[in-house]
C-alpha cells in the first residue's frame, strides 16, 4: 500500500504540488462567494472529488497501468490504495478550502458556519457519494466516466424537472429529505453523537459498496 | 528437468481472433522463443502470464504457482519487458526506479546503476525524451536489476540496433548460466531465436504449431526441393505444407529420413525457423 502511495506522490509530484497550492485558493475565493449554506456543500465537494480522478487521469493518459499492474501487486491492492489516496487528498482539499473560505475578506459564511458540524458532515457526505459513484465509472470507462457521470447527472437533472412540471415537486422533495430527515430524528431521539455515527455508518457502507463495485469491474479490465 | 513455466489449455477469445488451447513449458535454465507472425497472439499470452488479461481456460504455473492464485508472489520472480514500454512520461528515469525498486525484495541498486551506465541512459532524462530503443533498453534495465527467476520479454529486440541486439541476446544467454533461471521472450525476428534460444514456440493464428529445442527442430526440419514427384498424393502426406513455384516445388518435412527416403533425389536444407514459419503459415498443408 505504502509503495503505491509513494509511486503516485513520485510520479505525479509537480501535479500534486501545483494542484495542492492553486486549486484550494480557487476553491477558497469561490466558495467564500457562495451564502446558502446548502448549496455550498453540493458544489464544493465536486470540485474535491475531482482532483484524485484528474491524477489517476494522468496515469490513464500514458497508459502507465499495465506497467503498475506488471509489478507485484494485485488489483485489490492497487484499488485500495486508489481509494485511500482520493481520501486523503480531498479531505486535504477539503480542509484547505474550506479554511482559505473562511478566511478571504468578505466571505459571505461565517467560520462558525463553514465549519460548524452540520457543514462538514453534509460535505463530507457529498464527497463520498459523488466519489462512490464516480469510481466505478473512472474503473469502466477512463477519463470519459467523469463526462458519463456528468451526462448522467443532466439526465437526472431533466427528468426531475420534467417529474416536478408532472407530479410536483413535493415527492421529489420528500425523497430528497429522507436522509436529513431521518438523521433528525435519530438526534431528536438519541442526540447528536448517535446522528454523526448514523450519517459517518452510512457513508462508509456505501464507500465500501462503491469499493466493491469497482474492484469487480477493475477485475474484467483487460490491458 | 522442472519448468519454470507451465502453460496449459490456455484459452482467450476475442473478436475475430481466439487463443486455442496454447500449451507449452519452459525449463529451468533455458530460453524459449515464442515466436509467430503479427497477431498470432504472443503479446495475449504474456499478458495473460502478468494478469493483465483475464483468461477463459487453461493454467498458467510459474515455479509451481498459480498465476493468479499467487499472483504476488509469481509477479516477484518475473521481470517483464512490454512490447511498447509505457510509463507516465514527465519523469526522469531515477524517479521512476526508485518506484519500481521497492516492490522487489531482491532490487539491485549497483546494478541498475551499472546497466544504466552499461546502455549509455542518462538517470536525469525524462522518460518521454528517451527514442523507442532507449525506452527498451531502460524497461531491461528494470527487469534485469532484481534478479527475477523468469524474464517475460515481449519483442525485446524492437527498436534496438544490431550491436545493441547482439549484446542483448548474449547477456540472456548469460542469466540462464546458473541453471534456474528461465527466459520467454516473443519476436518475430526469428535470427534473434537462432542465436538463442534453445526451446523454440511457433504460434499461428493462436495455435501452438510447434513447440520443441531449437536442437531438434535443426535435427527433424527441412526445405525439400525437386520437381512435381513432390505432389504425389501418396507420399507428399509427409509434408506439413507444400509451395509451388515457376521453378519447381518446395516442401517442408519434419521427418528427414523418411522424406530422404521417400524422394531420394530431392535436395534437402535444413529448415531455418523462419522456413518454418512461413511454410506453415502460408504453404498449402497436406496434414
Known amino acids: 500500500m505504502i509503495k503505491l502511495f509513494r509511486k503516485d506522490f513520485i510520479l505525479h509530484k509537480k501535479f500534486v504540488l501545483g494542484v495542492g497550492l492553486v486549486y484550494p485558493l480557487y476553491i477558497g475565493y469561490m466558495g467564500s462567494r457562495i451564502g446558502r449554506t446548502t448549496l455550498l456543500p453540493v458544489l464544493c465537494a465536486f470540485l474535491y472529488v475531482i482532483v484524485p480522478f484528474v491524477l489517476f487521469g494522468r496515469e490513464d493518459k500514458f497508459k502507465a497501468e499495465t506497467f503498475t499492474l506488471s509489478l507485484p501487486v494485485t488489483r485489490r491492492e492497487y484499488l485500495r490504495a486508489r481509494f485511500l489516496l482520493s481520501w486523503i487528498l480531498m479531505l486535504l482539499m477539503f480542509a484547505a478550502g474550506s479554511l482559505l473560505m473562511a478566511v478571504v475578506p468578505g466571505a459571505k459564511l461565517p467560520a462558525a458556519t463553514v465549519f460548524g458540524p452540520r457543514m462538514v458532515l453534509s460535505s463530507l457526505a457529498f464527497i463520498a457519494v459523488y466519489f462512490g459513484l464516480l469510481m466505478p465509472l473512472f474503473v469502466r470507462f477512463g477519463q470519459a466516466g467523469l463526462l458519463v457521470f456528468l451526462v448522467v447527472l443532466q439526465v437526472t437533472g431533466v427528468l426531475l424537472m420534467v417529474f416536478r412540471s408532472s407530479v410536483g415537486i413535493g415527492l421529489i422533495k420528500t425523497l430528497f429529505r429522507l436522509v436529513p430527515n431521518a438523521v433528525a430524528e435519530i438526534q431528536a431521539a438519541f442526540g447528536p453523537a448517535p446522528a454523526v455515527f448514523a450519517v459517518l455508518s452510512l457513508l462508509a457502507l456505501f464507500s465500501y459498496g462503491s469499493f466493491s463495485l469497482s474492484l469487480a469491474l477493475f477485475r474484467r479490465k483487460e490491458y | ?287
Open chain 2, 1 to 287: 528437468m522442472a519448468a519454470a513455466l507451465e502453460i496449459s489449455g490456455l484459452r482467450k477469445s476475442y473478436k475475430g481472433f481466439a487463443l486455442k488451447d496454447v500449451s507449452f513449458a519452459v525449463p529451468e535454465g533455458s530460453i524459449m522463443g515464442l515466436v509467430g507472425p503479427n497477431g498470432a497472439g504472443k503479446t495475449t499470452i504474456v499478458k495473460l502470464i502478468l494478469n493483465l488479461v483475464r483468461r477463459q481456460a487453461g493454467a498458467i504455473k510459474v515455479f509451481g504457482l498459480d498465476n493468479l492464485a499467487d499472483e504476488k508472489a509469481v509477479k516477484n520472480r518475473i521481470g517483464f519487458v512490454h512490447e511498447t514500454p509505457a510509463l507516465v512520461e514527465d519523469v526522469p528515469l531515477r524517479d521512476i526506479a526508485s518506484v519500481v525498486a521497492p516492490f522487489y525484495p531482491c532490487w539491485n541498486p549497483a546494478l541498475f546503476q551499472a546497466m544504466l551506465r552499461e546502455f549509455e541512459l542518462p538517470a536525469g532524462k525524462k522518460f518521454k525524451a528517451l527514442s523507442h530503443g532507449m525506452k527498451m533498453k531502460f524497461s531491461l534495465a528494470l527487469a534485469l536489476s532484481h534478479d527475477a527467476d523468469l524474464l517475460i520479454l515481449d519483442e525485446p529486440t524492437s527498436g534496438l540496433d544490431p550491436v545493441f541486439r547482439r549484446e542483448l541476446l548474449d547477456r540472456l544467454a548469460g542469466v540462464i548460466q546458473d541453471g534456474r533461471k528461465a527466459v520467454l521472450f516473443s519476436t518475430h525476428v526469428t535470427s534473434d531465436l537462432e542465436r538463442t534460444a534453445d526451446y523454440v514456440t511457433l504460434l499461428l493464428d493462436g495455435e501452438v504449431v510447434l513447440s520443441a529445442p531449437r536442437d531438434d527442430i535443426r535435427d527433424k526440419w527441412a526445405v525439400v526441393k525437386g520437381g512435381p514427384e513432390l505432389l504425389d498424393p501418396v507420399r507428399c502426406p509427409l509434408f506439413r505444407a507444400v509451395r509451388e513455384s515457376p521453378y519447381g516445388v518446395e516442401a517442408l518435412t519434419g521427418d528427414i529420413p523418411a522424406s530422404r527416403a521417400a524422394f531420394p533425389s530431392a535436395v534437402f536444407d535444413r529448415a531455418s525457423i523462419e522456413d518454418i514459419m512461413v511454410f506453415l503459415h502460408s504453404g498449402a498443408s497436406h496434414d
